[in-house]
């Protein structure tokens, strides 16, 4: 199987993944962009979205952006900070930019925004090119 055949099963943004998150992106300004829609499925706690769903998202944003360059890279380190809690059912806006580049190591920030602007979680990421 190639490789783009692999990719296509990714949880994140795999077209052929029926249990995936199906996400696109968009290059904007030198940021990369990506919007989600949790249904109940995707829930932690009542109404909220599962931590492990948020951590994927900004996780995915970011080390995608590099990817996307055509660098193959992976996520050396990744940091979450939850501000508020990210609702199920509303458009989260998600965000990713790069930072710093110190040889194969690229540094990403990365946010969970809602339509009104309320950052819901922040992310930090070391992606490393393989």
Known sequence: MAMADENSWCFACGPDNPMGLKLTFHEENDTY??????EKRHQG???????????????????????????QAVTARLEIRYRNPTPIGEKLLISGK????R?????LNG??????GTVTAEGKAIVMAV
């Open 103 to 107: 040889g194969k190591m690229y540094e």
């Open 98 to 101: 790069i930072v710093s580049q």
């Open 33 to 38: 962009n990506t919007t989600f829609v949790a």
């Open 111 to 116: 946010a969970i925004r809602l339509a009104d």
């Open 45 to 71: 706690y009542n109404g909220i979205v599962h931590g492990g769903i948020v951590s994927t998202l900004l996780d995915e944003v970011m080390a995608r952006y590099i990817y996307s360059k055509g660098i």
